[in-house]
């Protein structure tokens, strides 16, 4: 079982969403639709990270989410999800903010970086260091990915110029041969008439 989170997202789609990208990344997701069953379960339960959506249906911020979670766990990861306008709500708090529409991509990177650095500050279950080994390996092959994809590029790039260097040469000959031909035709046809 990978790091524990707790979703809190009102919208259903978009919760479940986020829910089964996140699990399908070896997270243990709960997930919860208002911002006071997200308080009733953090009372009881604890979690590695808390993903709060800023704008909640029945009444409550996500920034009072995390603010509750942190202090029942000090130094927990959170994260708030909002409009580019919700963000100076966030500044006043410790959680990490990402802009909506979320791109589910984006989330997974920020979360992986937020586990990385909390690492340096506490210490975590064993299955949220192997994940957080996941992700520096996965961070190592993406760089080793874009390395070879620009070498690729690069390779491209200089057989394409060659062979347009090539195709110049070609066409110079090919002009070539057609001035012999003609040239040949005239010897030809000079001969014809002396004999």
């Known amino acids: 079982m990978g790091p524990r989170i707790l979703l ?3 919208e259903i789609v978009a919760r479940r969403k986020i829910s089964r990208f996140l699990s399908s990344g070896g997270y243990s997701v709960k997930e919860v ?13 604890s979690f590695d990270l808390v ?22 766990q000090p130094g927990i990861i959170t994260v708030l999800l909002g ?9 006043s708090s410790n ?25 340096c500050v506490t210490e975590l279950s ?15 092959w993406s760089v080793i990915q874009a390395e070879r994809f620009q070498e690729l590029c690069l390779r491209l790039e200089e057989t394409r110029s060659r062979n347009h260097l090539l195709r110049e040469r070609a066409l110079e000959l090919k002009g070539q041969l057609q001035d012999t031909i003609l040239n040949l035709k005239e010897a030809r046809n000079f001969a014809a008439k002396l004999s």
């Open 8 to 10: 809190v997202y009102s």
């Open 33 to 45: 639709d208002s911002g006071r069953a997200a308080l009733n379960l953090l009372d009881t339960r």
């Open 51 to 72: 993903v709060s959506d800023f704008r909640l249906m029945d009444g409550t911020e996500g920034v009072d989410v995390l603010a509750y979670a942190d202090g029942l």
């Open 83 to 91: 409009r580019p306008s919700d963000l100076h709500r966030c500044n």
């Open 95 to 119: 959680a990490a903010f990402i802009s909506k529409p979320v791109r589910l991509e984006e989330l997974r990177l920020k979360i992986g970086l937020l586990l990385i650095h909390q690492t």
């Open 126 to 140: 064993p299955s949220t260091r192997i994940m957080i080994a996941s992700i520096r390996s996965q961070r190592a």
